[in-house]
């Protein structure tokens, strides 16, 4: 009994203090995968995040439009896409093999691009883009969860400050921007390792687990995706070994606490998402469904690449025009990729 006892504890100490290679090579005998996070000591790793989104608005899905003078002026159908390109370098400033590892995360380069007919300011940069030359430290363990998120945190509190006019001599407004595609790409880092419930067991092929992902939009929702990971397969590669993660989404109407909301207050939306807002007193989700997948590489531990794309149908909750119920459907998708 004593012997099992100190075997097991040994495994144990073994997978959260450092012995992460040589379980990894042994889970090829036990059909078990440890998806562990490593850091080397200085090594830079750079990655491109995009996020593309098209917000496809429907004044009067029954084709049946009201004649009233009250109808918005855009009345039919809207497109409107936007997107943010973002290269983020990530830097181990301390590495510790037996807890947590303090990254330094530095924004080299943001641009976003949007459609004019979206609204806003056209000479005025979306206030994501502040973001070039920021930077911000996080704390991280080996299993991928984020422990201090405190630096990001502020930062996101900052730009959010910025998405509105100067001038608020007709008020608050806030113009449009991305700030909550910085929020999804940053803030959900290592999601498919760091939410398995039992990540020192290892994970075979075939094997599902569950988790939450935010969902950015262009307007006023605090919305979350229910994500479904499965381990498909694993491939060898000149770079090591690669476990394909897969991933279908779904709705949820919980949305954790946690997460960050980068503005507060009474303010005004400007642009025609932001008239949509204010005339639809709001929006239900009656949809939504995607998928992703994802490039784990085992022996490095690091994530290659992901790709993620969903669908989200909204239906206003009412309007001041009796049976109109305008739509909203949402095109996103977010990549992510290593920049050798």
């Known amino acids: 009994m004593k012997a099992a006892l100190i075997t097991s504890t040994v495994v144990i100490i073994c997978v959260f203090t450092g012995c992460k290679s040589s379980l990894k090579e042994d889970s090829i005998n036990t059909g078990k995968i440890l998806l562990t996070v ?112 405190s630096q990001l945190e502020r930062l996101i509190r900052k730009t959010g400050t910025k998405a509105f006019r100067e001038d608020q001599s007709q008020g608050r407004i806030k113009e449009p921007e991305m700030i909550n595609d910085f929020i999804a790409s940053q803030w959900f880092l290592w999601d498919s390792q760091s939410s398995l419930v039992n990540p020192s067991k290892g994970v075979s092929i075939g094997q599902t687990w569950k988790s939450k992902l935010f969902v950015p939009t262009s307007m006023l929702l605090r919305r979350a995706r229910e994500v479904t990971y499965k381990l498909d397969e694993i491939r060898n590669s000149d770079k090591g070994r690669l476990a394909l993660i897969r991933s279908s989404y779904e709705n949820t109407e919980t949305v954790p606490r946690s997460w960050p909301i980068p503005y ?18 709001g929006f239900k989700v009656l949809d939504l469904q995607g998928q992703g997948e994802e490039l784990f590489n085992i022996d490095a531990g690091r994530i290659e690449q992901y790709s993620q794309e969903y669908q989200v149908l909204l239906e206003a909750l009412s309007t001041p025009l009796p049976g109109a119920r305008p739509r909203v459907t949402i095109e996103q998708k977010l990549t992510m990729q290593l920049i050798e």
């Open 38 to 149: 490593d850091f080397q000591p200085s090594q830079t790793l750079e990655y491109r995040f995009v996020s593309s989104r098209v917000t496809r608005i429907d004044w009067d899905p029954t084709k049946n439009t009201p004649t009233s003078t009250e109808t918005p002026p855009s009345a039919g159908r809207g497109e409107y896409p936007e997107s943010m390109e973002m290269v983020v370098a990530y830097t181990p400033i301390q590495v510790d093999q037996y807890g947590l590892t303090t990254i330094k995360a530095t924004c080299k380069s943001v641009k976003v691009t949007r459609s004019q007919s979206q609204g806003g300011r056209t000479s005025r940069k979306d206030a994501v883009e502040s973001l070039r030359g920021e930077s911000f430290t996080f704390t991280v363990g080996p299993t991928g969860k984020i422990e201090d998120y």
């Open 264 to 281: 507060s207050g009474r303010f005004q939306l400007s642009g025609p998402l932001g008239f949509l807002w204010m005339f639809s007193k």
